[in-house]
């Protein structure tokens, strides 16, 4: 066991774990911030997807030593109220169907929107490729990315 220091959503704190433990369990069952979910183990299916700094990363397959002092967002941090531009048209356009992916779509979402303002539906389908929705909603998620741009430009 180590100890290792972490800023997550904003505030400073410590853990006890393994080195190699990866930030999903770090967050879900010593943090118990569990927005974050546990979906494929291998990085392949998006779902526990956060930001490290200001890049979407898989957090199943992260282990807490490579972290450093580099902060990290949870889907509980991305805003106080829910209210950041992609939250919103998540909801203006009902994307959401069973929803267990939904965290780490949004998450995904709001890392390209953060890096590039302005995506096309090329853009768009390259940076959520690999985040997998079993219910479908690829088409509600790329409508609401679009007009979570707009929001942010207007």
Request: net charge negative.
């Amino acid at each position: 066991m180590s100890i290792f220091k972490l800023r997550i959503n904003g505030k400073e704190t410590e853990v006890d774990v393994d080195p190699s433990t990866p930030i999903l369990w770090v967050l879900r069952d010593h943090m118990q911030l569990v927005g974050t979910k546990y979906g494929c183990g291998i990085a392949a299916c998006g779902t526990c997807t956060i930001h490290l700094g200001d890049a979407a990363v898989r957090s199943c397959q992260l282990p807490v030593s490579v972290v450093g002092n580099q902060a990290i967002t949870t889907i509980e941090g991305l805003s106080e109220n829910g209210d950041h531009p992609v939250q919103q048209a998540w909801l203006e356009h009902d994307v959401p169907q069973c929803g267990y992916c939904q965290a780490g779509q949004i998450m995904n979402a709001a890392a390209l929107l953060k890096n590039n303002e302005n995506p096309t539906d090329e853009q768009i389908d390259a940076a959520m490729n690999g985040n997998i929705c079993r219910c479908g909603t690829y088409t509600r998620i790329k409508k609401a990315i679009k007009t979570a741009a707009s929001s942010q430009n207007a």
